[in-house]
């Protein structure tokens, strides 16, 4: 029976993307070595994190516009450090955007560095829709938020208009949709959910954004030395790279951002249109803030749980359950998920109205 792969992350990838991968395991690039065992210093290797840096930039529409782009290690998380230890002044601030579970923990690391003004949170309501109509304070040395939230299936629409750098985490919906990327300056995002395999990290810095904090950044930290060695500083992770390169390529052959975009909102419609019409069903974010990429919902009626359960399973769906925070159920609708995907989740909600 196919499985259709709703989880959150590690997420679903390309199957030609794994065909690719899983080939290279044994002979990459008909050099006779595994891509596992070949070196991050061979030419092979550095041809293949030169065209995925390139062809992250392209694909944002960042070509030529003045930015770098990395792959690093540590994850998203690592970012909530590195972010405040490199754009943080001696004495400054910064302004945080708190929309939920990963943005508290990258506030919570900048909290470390200095004065960190939260402009507005959802928390008080379980972060079931995104602030808007804050303020952000022209004093701060850049302002953060998280584009989507995994957890509670929320997503941000608009960007607000401001002198200060932004710099968001895109971790769960880069490369998904079409943005206007440059008017971001800094943009990171863990690969395990639109891009290739847990592992890596994409960061993308704008020239002139650096060097400013008046402050002493440990090298492995530090941004300006992950630039200067084209993200070469230690040993990168070379199979997650390649992986993420392959899913790039895919992503470019579809025909780039804007067309998955039209993939995910086909998708995304399929779904929500059936929470809204299903009367054993209903969503757990605002209308106006739900994401594309993580839909969450709950049933009416608790006492239907087990046999919607077993449809869902019976139909080959896995990775439906909702987080602990908010229960339910949650479909993460990442770029690789088919739309037959969701029309086989549709038709096992649509067989609990019939028979519950």
């Known amino acids: 029976m196919k ?16 065909q690719k991968a899983s080939a290279a395991i044994l002979n990459f690039n008909d050099t006779g070595l595994s891509i596992l065992e070949i070196s991050h210093r061979s030419k092979e290797f550095v041809a293949v994190m030169e065209e995925a840096r390139a062809l992250a930039l392209e ?3 960042l070509t ?12 998203a998380s690592m970012e909530f450090l590195r972010v405040p230890y490199n754009l943080m002044k001696v004495d400054g601030k910064a302004a945080y955007l708190d929309t939920g579970t990963w ?17 507005a949170s959802s928390k008080a309501d379980n972060y079931t829709y995104i602030p808007k109509a804050f303020e952000i304070p022209t004093d701060a040395n850049y302002f953060h938020c998280t584009s989507n939230n995994t957890i509670y299936g929320t997503q941000m629409n608009q960007f607000p208009e401001t002198n200060i750098p ?20 800094l943009i990171y995002a863990g690969a395990q959910k639109n891009m290739g395999p847990a592992g890596t990290t994409l960061v993308v810095i704008k020239e002139g954004l650096l060097n400013q904090t008046g402050r002493s950044i440990p090298n492995i930290l530090n941004y300006q030395q992950h630039i200067d060695k084209e993200s070469m500083y230690n040993t990168p992770p070379v199979f997650a790279v390649y992986t993420s390169l392959l899913t790039l390529q895919w992503l470019k052959n579809l025909g780039g951002i804007t067309a998955i975009e039209k993939n995910n909102e086909a998708k995304a419609a399929l779904l929500y249109n059936e929470v809204d019409r299903n009367p054993l069903f209903k969503g757990t974010a605002a209308k106006e803030d739900r994401s594309k990429m993580n839909a969450t919902f709950l049933l009416e009626n608790e006492a239907h749980k087990t046999l919607f359960d077993n449809l869902w399973k019976e139909a080959g769906v896995s990775g439906l359950n909702g987080h602990r925070s908010v229960g339910g159920y949650r479909a993460s609708m990442y770029n690789a998920l088919p739309l037959e995907s969701v ?8 067989e609990l109205e019939r028979i519950a």
């Not at 259709?4 to 794994?18: D, K, T, W």
């Not at 030529?64 to 994850?75: P, R, S, V």
């Not at 943005?103 to 402009?119: D, L, P």
């Open 64 to 75: 030529g516009k003045g930015y770098h782009a990395l792959f690093l290690q540590g994850g």
């Open 59 to 61: 694909l944002l529409g």
């Open 166 to 185: 932004i710099v968001c985490d895109m971790s769960s919906d880069i490369f998904s949709r079409s943005l206007d990327f440059s008017k971001f300056d």
């Open 343 to 350: 029309e086989v989740l549709v038709k096992a909600m649509r």
């Open 103 to 119: 943005a508290s923990g990258a506030i919570k690391e900048a909290k470390a560095f200095g004065e960190t003004v939260v402009v």
């Open 3 to 18: 499985k259709h792969n709703f989880s959150a992350g590690p997420c679903i990838l390309p199957q030609e993307v794994f």
